[in-house]
């Protein structure tokens, strides 16, 4: 024999209501802990020295960047943000990101301290999105992409020169395949301005220089977004 609700006692009735309003409002305060945690911003460091001047040690943490196809910005201090990634962690509550509709990303933030004439720290901070601190670590550039072994890599490789003036102008990897003409129209949007480069920089022709080699391009023949 089944009891209907109109005959239950009031005071079970209301005993039920104020149980299921209860679980309710636990429901949703877990689902606001949940938003707010997967929009919370997360960052950790780490340096790396090395003996290069900070317009070197630029220059040679962009070539390793573009080797692992990380897209970036230099910004007016000379810092490079990196564009945002979308992470491939292992997220148990896959459930979360839905709700909020923002993909667990990241991005690098890097600084160059100089620390004397021929020194400089770099600095990386990764900066993440809706990844849990506890694999925070998987997600840093040394970790991820060995950057800081590329980056001492390409500096055994192609040390700059030290005739090189330091100031008045910006360092550039040379590309693989590529000369001081192919150079000079890369950054200066003038191939012919080959022979000035070759000139300031002691060398005898537009062949005269191995892949990955650094030359230096005085200010006023750069074009407005060879430093980008």
């Given at each position: 024999m089944s009891t209907s609700w109109k005959s239950a006692p009031s005071w079970i009735i209301a005993a039920i209501v104020c149980a299921l309003s209860a679980f309710a409002g636990c429901y949703v305060g877990q689902q606001r802990q949940v938003e707010h945690a997967a929009f919370q911003d997360s960052a950790l460091g780490e340096e790396h020295i090395v003996n290069f001047a900070p317009h070197d040690a630029r220059q040679l943490t962009q070539t390793a960047l573009r080797g692992d196809s990380l897209l970036f910005e230099v910004q007016p201090d000379g810092a490079i943000i990196t564009f945002w990634r979308n992470a491939d962690f292992q997220n148990k509550r896959g459930w979360v990101p839905l709700i909020i509709n923002v993909p667990p990303r990241y991005r690098y933030e890097i600084t160059f301290d100089p620390k004397g004439d021929k020194q400089t720290d770099i600095i990386v901070n990764v900066h993440t999105q809706n990844i849990p601190d506890s694999q925070l670590a998987e997600y840093k550039?040394?970790?991820?992409?060995?950057?800081?072994?590329?980056?001492?890599?390409?500096?055994?490789?192609?040390?700059?020169?030290?005739n090189t003036p330091a100031t008045g102008g910006v360092n550039f990897t040379l590309l693989p395949n590529e000369?001081?003409?192919?150079?000079?129209?890369?950054?200066?949007?003038?191939?012919?301005n080959w022979r000035v480069i070759a000139k300031d920089n002691g060398l005898k022709s537009d062949h005269d220089v191995k892949p990955f080699e650094n030359v230096w391009v005085r200010n006023r023949l750069l074009k407005q977004s060879a430093t980008k």
């Open positions: 550039a040394s970790s991820r992409f060995e950057l800081f072994r590329e980056i001492d890599e390409l500096a055994l490789k192609a040390p700059p020169s030290p000369d001081l003409r192919a150079l000079a129209k890369r950054v200066t949007g003038n191939a012919d």
